[in-house]
Every structure is written in C-alpha cells, then in structure tokens.
C-alpha cells in the first residue's frame, strides 16, 4: 500500500539550531515527493518537489530535502531556524502518472526556541 | 503563474443547510481536480477526484450524495455540501492538475475553506 510516514510528531529547535524532519514512504515505483507548510488557519505553501535527477533539491526559504531511494526517505533540513519558521509540515508522496492525488504524511508540528 | 483561487475563505452556517464552496485556476486549464478534508490538527485527507465532464471519483466512506461534486468546466469545480452537520466542519482544501503537466504529478493547492457549521 502506499503511504507516507513521519515519525516526529512534534519537534522543539532552537532559533538558529540546524533542523531535519524525517519523512519515510512506502510505492511501488518511483514517487513523486513533495514537502509542504502550513500555518495555522492558512493553506499550503510547497516548500520543494523531487521529481528526477539531482537527489539534493533546494527549494524555498533555504530549506532542502534529499532523496535517498535505498531508504525510501525524503528528509527536509535547514541549516539556521528562523522563528518564523515555526508551522505544521507535511511529507506528500505523487504517483509519476499523471492524474493522481497526493498522500500526504500526518505532519510534523515545527516549535521553534528563543 | 498557477494559481487556485477558492471561495468563500470561511463559512458560517446552520446544521441542515447546504453550503457550495467553489474551486478555481485562474491562469490554467485544470481537467482534474482534487478534493481534501482536513479536520484541526491532522492531515489532508482526500475525498474525491474530479474530472471535466464526468461524475466525480469518490474515495471510500466519503458520502457522494452528502458531497455533491460538479466540474463543469477546465477552470472550475464545486463542493457542495448538503444538509450539513456539525461533524462536516472542517478545512476544505482543493487542488488542480495542470493541464500542461502531462507526465507530471504537479499540482496546485487552493487557499482553503473553513466551515463551521453550527
């Protein structure tokens, strides 16, 4: 079956501490990965997408998540937390036909520390 | 470029009544739409695709008469919800497939519609 895991539920870092939210998936063939955010009462902003190619991919507000297949994982980092980046974060997985819904992880809720 | 507009943002209404929260791509032609429903503090769960001209796709335990699905055209696709009840509050989000994205899973999310029903 398909599916999207996230382990951490609920993470704490502190401003300017280095960050890495996991996110593990179960396919059949290679997915389409995507990492979203959420702030409270908003919709999601993509953060950064993994079709094919370069496994490291960089998308917004510096964040990067890398493909790793042997590990079916797809883990967002970011170097230095801002405050600002304190929101829910979700791991979605995409079949590579077209046409198909997201499965989305149950999402990790980002703390962030003074 | 890409844009999906949804309206209302949020709505009130009262237990019985039906609510039509509407989904659109401004600058694309979507023939595939998505539903989500994602109550506070959980994720996005999908509840139906919808296709151009053709009945919607529901997935399993979701009500198709309770979530009546129209897409009548490439840049619009409705939900309405009838008879609503207290438990089908929740953030309802849409997505749409890019027309132009054949081969590609690409989609567009909407800014979400909160209901409340009273």
């Known amino acids: 079956a398909q599916s999207v895991t996230q382990p951490d539920i609920h993470i704490t870092v502190s401003e300017g501490a280095s960050l890495e939210l996991r996110c593990n998936y179960s396919?059949?063939?290679?997915?389409?990965l995507f990492w979203y955010v959420q702030s409270p009462g908003q919709g999601l902003q993509l953060l950064l997408k993994?079709?094919?190619?370069?496994?490291l991919v960089q998308g917004i507000k510096g964040f990067e998540a890398e493909f790793k297949r042997s590990q079916s994982s797809f883990n967002l980092r970011k170097p230095s937390v801002h405050w600002s980046d304190a929101a829910e974060y979700f791991c979605?997985?995409?079949?590579?036909?077209?046409?198909?819904?997201?499965?989305f992880g149950k999402g990790t809720t980002l703390s962030v520390s003074s | 470029g890409a844009v999906v507009s949804q309206h209302p943002s949020w709505v009130i209404c009262k237990s019985g009544t039906s609510v039509k929260i509407e989904c659109r791509s401004l600058?694309?032609?979507?023939?595939?739409m998505f539903w989500y429903r994602q109550f506070p503090k959980q994720s996005l769960m999908l509840m139906a695709t919808?296709?151009?001209?053709?009945?919607?796709?529901?997935e399993q335990g979701v009500e198709k008469d309770k979530f009546l699905i129209n897409h009548a055209s490439l840049t619009l696709s409705t939900l309405t919800v009838t008879s609503a009840h207290p438990e089908d509050s929740s953030f309802y989000i849409c997505?749409?497939?890019?027309?132009?994205?054949?081969?590609?899973?690409?989609?567009?999310f909407g800014p979400g519609t909160r209901l409340t029903v009273l």
């Open positions: 997505s749409a497939r890019h027309f132009r994205a054949s081969g590609r899973n690409e989609q567009f």
């Open positions: 600058d694309f032609q979507a023939t595939t």
């Open positions: 993994y079709f094919s190619g370069d496994t």
């Open positions: 979605a997985v995409g079949a590579t036909q077209a046409g198909t819904a997201l499965i």
């Open positions: 396919y059949g063939a290679t997915p389409y």
């Open positions: 919808s296709n151009e001209g053709s009945k919607a796709t529901y």
